[in-house]
């Protein structure tokens, strides 16, 4: 069926309307995607009602093209027979069916679908504009009242409150444990002002390890907290966590859904009522807000603490169990700006972190204890049960990528090679992530033997650790090979000198992968020599360990809530990152992790067990068991065969 030239551009334009605004709204909400929405709609209509002769007969208004609902008069009616007597109605299904429904080209002969088929491409038009605007305007949530329990230790507890309404003031808050029949009233706030948006960081201190609390403030907000158990009790053996990154409001798009509504939370209670015991917090990753998707609409203070509130203020947070839940937060990119690596003086920076510092840095867990106590500070450190914790910012100190024709060698020098030094160099580049504080509390951290009833540490980083992406990899730590290499030595010997698991946890990228980090076997002639068959050569003369589960792992995880790339990014490219599963697929990704300690259970060196469980739009969809220690470890021996440990 051959299409004039003029149907021909309306059916281009109907066709990229709809093409682009179902991706939009169903797949990804791109700031690409609106402003092509918006002019194929002004084209196509423009083609449609300036050249409608082309199109088999003027357009027809409302009332003649429906005359049962809007009423006709008999005139009209007699032009209508008069014209159509003189025109062919061969294939008239045909060209309705595909030229104007499908296609969206109008034959003014067949009125009712013609309009229908305009209205479609209004529609998706409409829509498109009520993902961007409506939550901004409708709900701009300026009064907005809120309590969340941020990080919660062995003796103390730190809640979060937001009251912007003056009456309400003084505050009071009243705290009592479960046993307890009285309240104890602990602190009184007498002002609030814009400076913080109107919130308040409340500290409990001197409280009872492992006992369940209830705080209730005089504004009527309440909650509960559970705190951590004390070192060597009998809770201390084990933990359980949640991990994702990545919410956006109402995506996948419903069009009768609240525009607050965080779809992802709807697995949430699911996932908590599965758990082997309660969940200790949620460790969210990064891209808390999206301020530039689907576009930008400010860059301005006001708005930053806007996104904020906006996300508080979703109905998805009185789900069950989900009010309760602890959240502790890393900074990433979309809570700044896409792929920001331009430091914290440049604009936007400023404006955006200022309600990351009182919306999550004010109630997230205490800065390493070697660090002065800035309160810009924003990376952080703590231990709980049989794990410890270093939670990194890979967003505010980072300066831009590694150039790609100077990028050092991210396999040497190996540590404990003859020409190398006994500890591994700081970044010797000045391209960092970290920064050179961040980056020596890191080292630090991970060279530090930890408590005994401590086997697994937790990097926690907003980006994936692993350069097995290849879409965006300038991004992750790919883009920052030299500092990534020295991470990756000091996590090897972590591994090999304290006999612990180092586990990375991140998030960013929409999909989720495992991947194991691999030693270095550094002497080749001893391996073979010895008949090893567990070594594999490069080309560039590096062998790495290829038992099962040995060096250190990654689980990269996410969205909690937002779209997800339906072709595939993830490649393995070497053996020094070594992919276990890759699980692209799914809105709602979220990792529940637990760690416990074997005791008695344990079979020679496995003292600990982690049991990593990914649950997939409400479904489980892989297991994964790591010991720690694994069977070869031997301690203060970096030649040591590290690895070996159990999955399924």
Known sequence: MALKPVEWVAGTASTLTRLFAFCFLRWIPGHHFPPMI?????????????????????PLTLKEAFPQLLGHDERDEAEQEEDDGHEPVLYKDEKNVLKTLLFGVPNWREPELSYLTIAVNILMAFLTADLIFRGPLLHPAKDLRFSR???????????????????????????????????????????????????????????VPDTTYTYSLSNDLSGTFTTAPAPYSPHAGSITFLTSSCIKANFPYRL??????????????KVLRSLPSPASFMLFLGDFIYVDVPMRLSSSLRHYRSEYRRVYASPSWSLPGISSLPWLHTLDDHEIANDWSAGNDTDPFPAASDPFIHYHVSVNPPIPASLPDHSNTTYFQFTNGPASFFMLDTRRYRTDPEPADSVLSITKPLYGSSSSPANPPTNPTNHTMLGAQQLSALLSFLAAPPAPNVHFMIVASSVPFTKNWRFGTSDTW????????????????????????IVVLSGDRHEFAAIRFPPPILNLNTTVAHGTSSAKKK?????????????????????????????????????????????????????????????????GDQRSMLRYTLWVDGEVKWEYVLTSPAPGFKGRSLRGRIGAGLWS
């Open 38 to 58: 918006f002019t194929s709609l002004i084209v196509y209509l423009a083609t449609v009602f300036t050249q409608s002769d082309a199109l088999g007969h003027r």
């Open 149 to 207: 329990v941020g990080f919660v230790g062995e003796t103390s507890a730190k809640v979060l409150f937001r009251e912007p309404n003056a009456d309400q003031l003084p505050l009071y808050a009243y705290l009592k444990a479960a046993h307890e029949p009285r309240w104890t009233s602990v602190e009184k706030v007498y002002f609030l002002s814009d400076d913080t948006d109107y919130t308040h960081p409340l500290t409990f201190d001197g409280l």
């Open 256 to 269: 009768f859904s609240n525009s607050l509504a965080l779809h992802g939370f709807d697995h949430l209670p």
């Open 478 to 501: 790919g883009g920052y090979p030299s500092e990534r290499a020295v991470v990756l030595n000091a996590m090897h010997r972590a591994e090999a000198e304290l006999g612990v698991r």
């Open 539 to 603: 080309d560039s003369g590096v062998v790495y360990d290829r038992t099962p589960a040995s060096g250190p792992h990654e689980f990269s995880v996410g969205p909690l809530s937002m779209f997800y790339l339906p072709f595939r990014t993830f490649k393995q490219v070497d053996g020094e990152d070594v992919n276990i599963k890759y699980l692209p697929d799914g809105n709602s990704k979220v990792g529940a992790v637990e760690i416990r300690n074997l005791g008695g259970e344990g079979q």
